[in-house]
């Protein structure tokens, strides 16, 4: 509209029509004359704004009264306190607001009214026009996106982001006067057995439930929010160590005293706390929420449903310190090409002639000492370094299969390679691209790592022989697998753990074992390697047994050497 419109509501020309388009969609025309304060509104007023008598909206005064202004803006302030300055065409306005039909009505409806004024000669506003439609539905979608950016939805505390927003907000008040603060992670035990046991939304009742307990036992000024699944957060302000401490067993008596109640029945519920005093113990966010989860994981391994707050611990400092060295160690040996092969010999034990040779990682420090495997594997694994160890390794391996056309070799895979992808593209790529390799290479994988999950086990091992690889269990006797399973999984070769090898010249009981293992592994058409053979003897039994290979110091030792390279052979009998 401009101001040469005709006043909305009047008849004429097409105006009928553009009536209609506005009761179509809901909206309603006005237009207010300022100076007489006369306000004019269309023919489907009384239906948009459920008024019985529009003579009772028929000037802005009356109009403002029905607005609940206290939370918004109104018209008039939006026309009367504008600083714009009307160029001709008039000046935009939008605002919502709430109304009611009537001064006794209980009904409420949210409007959104978007309109121009326009000045007279002075710049005053003399007149405005627009429209007033119903935004209850758009209002209500609008309120509960600003309450799920701040607040969880299941539970209505704060989410995640707010509330590490409150502790950031009261670890600094407590820095800058120099007070002290707590923080609680509470974590909801066992939910994993009821959302499996019950359903997950028995599971989403019970964390709403333990929400509002908790909620019930805090002090006022503190926060609570939802930290993540079935953990909460909460954070104390003004909090000394021993108040934590009455804050966090008041908890753990609330949500667990009495059963909670949900729509299958009642249910036992227990939470465990770990808790953390800042500044004394943390002086930043990372630091408080790092040392929550601490506490709380050593408060579970002692026993759900207690309480733990932190405490420094050099052992653990020391242990973190020597995780980071290891860590750094491990990279810049990766980065700077210092990790190497060494062959260890497998030999028929019947003709003593080698079989293949298992590949064996060796990290070589920057002065050219060798780090203990025994010392890198663990912290690898922990670290969640390995993978890459065993992709460079699977690397050089298939370089000396390619190098040597008659050569075979095993290499040992960790646990955490066989379920990763890219290990597998690596694999893959690798055996594709050097045809006639796979069948000289065994990969070899523990029993421990075989039996702790058969299904997966089982994929693995058609996955690698389908490369065309062979597939060997090491440490065989070490996890107590049985030949059912060991049948099932289709592997190929087993290695007898050499813990049950080493003695066998001495140990009645150790030969019983061995004897057994080989005798029903060659009933299932699997051949048997022997570890850790030290003596001639311990070698002749397994041959008579039918052992298919030994391997041990017997046999001989890793080495970085090739034998089956004459030059390198010839180089290690000078050396000799």
């Avoid at 004429?12 to 388009?21: E, F, K, Q, R």
């Avoid at 707010?162 to 509470?186: K, M, N, P, Y």
């Avoid at 609330?254 to 299958?264: A, K, N, P, Q, Y």
């Avoid at 050089?396 to 955490?416: D, H, Q, Y």
């Amino acid at each position: 509209m401009t101001r040469n419109d005709r006043p909305a509501g009047e008849p004429a020309g097409s105006a009928p029509d553009t009536v209609a388009i506005l009761a179509a969609v809901g909206d309603v025309a006005y237009d207010w004359q300022i100076g007489s304060d006369r306000l004019v509104w269309g023919g489907n007023a009384g239906d948009v704004l459920k008024v019985e008598h529009p003579a009772a909206i028929a000037s802005g005064r009356d109009f403002a009264q029905l607005v609940q202004s206290e939370a918004a803006p109104t018209r008039h302030d939006a026309v009367m306190k504008s600083t714009q300055k009307d160029d001709g065409s008039g000046v935009p306005y939008q605002i919502q607001y709430c109304f009611r039909p009537s001064a006794d009505s209980h009904l409420r409806f949210w409007l959104e009214d978007t309109g121009r004024w326009f000045a007279g000669p002075d710049g005053a506003p003399v007149r405005a026009q627009g429209t007033v439609r119903v935004i209850n539905d758009r209002r209500e979608r609008e309120q509960r996106l600003a309450f799920l950016a701040q607040c969880d939805g299941l539970t209505g505390e704060l989410n995640r982001w707010h509330l590490i927003e409150a502790l950031l907000r009261t670890l600094e008040d407590a820095i800058q006067v120099r007070s002290s603060c707590g923080f609680l992670l509470v974590a909801i035990d066992n939910l994993a057995h009821l959302n499996d046991g019950y359903g997950f939304g028995i599971g989403d009742e019970v964390i709403s439930a333990v929400a509002k307990r908790i909620r019930g036992r805090m002090r006022g000024g503190d926060f609570l929010g939802r930290y993540s699944g079935n953990k909460f957060g909460i954070v104390l302000k003004k909090c000394t160590p021993d108040e934590m401490t009455v804050a966090a067993e008041r908890m753990l008596a609330g949500v667990r005293d009495e059963l909670v109640t949900t729509s299958l029945g009642p249910v036992a519920v227990t939470v465990t706390i770990g808790g953390v005093t800042a500044p004394r113990h943390a002086r930043t966010v990372e630091e408080v929420l790092a040392r929550a989860h601490e506490a709380m994981a050593s408060a579970k391994a002692k026993r759900h449903g207690s309480f733990l707050a932190y405490k420094p611990n050099l052992e653990r400092d020391a242990l973190r310190r020597e995780s980071m060295r290891s860590t750094d160690e491990i990279v810049a040996a990766l980065n700077e090409r210092r990790i190497s092969l060494a062959h260890e010999p497998v030999v028929s034990a019947a003709t003593r002639k080698p079989a293949f040779y298992e590949c064996l990682m060796r990290v070589q420090r920057p002065d050219g000492s060798m780090v203990p495997t025994k010392d890198v594997v663990p912290v690898a694994e922990r670290l969640g370094l390995v993978r890459l160890l065993d992709h460079r390794v699977l690397g050089m391996v298939v370089e000396e299969l390619v190098a040597a056309p008659t050569l075979n070799v095993s290499v040992n895979v960790s646990p955490a390679s066989t379920m990763d992808p890219e290990w597998w593209a690596g694999l893959g790529a690798l055996l594709r691209r050097h045809r006639g390799v796979a069948e000289r290479l065994t990969i070899e994988i523990t029993e421990t790592t075989a039996i702790h999950d058969i299904d997966d086990t089982r994929a693995f091992v058609a996955r690698v022989k389908e490369l065309g690889c062979r597939i060997a269990i090491d440490d065989f006797g070490a996890g107590h697998t049985s030949f059912r399973n060991l049948r099932n999984l289709g592997v190929d070769i087993v290695k007898i753990d050499g813990a049950f090898v080493q003695n066998l010249s001495t140990s009645a009981d150790d030969r019983a074992f061995v004897q057994t293992l080989i005798d029903l592994a060659h009933r299932l058409g699997l051949k048997t390697v022997a570890e850790w053979v030290q003596d001639e003897e311990s070698a002749k039994l397994l041959a008579e047994w039918g052992c298919d290979y030994l391997q041990g110091a017997l046999i001989g030792l890793a080495s970085p050497h090739r034998p089956w390279r004459p030059d390198e052979s010839s180089k290690a009998a000078a050396s000799a």
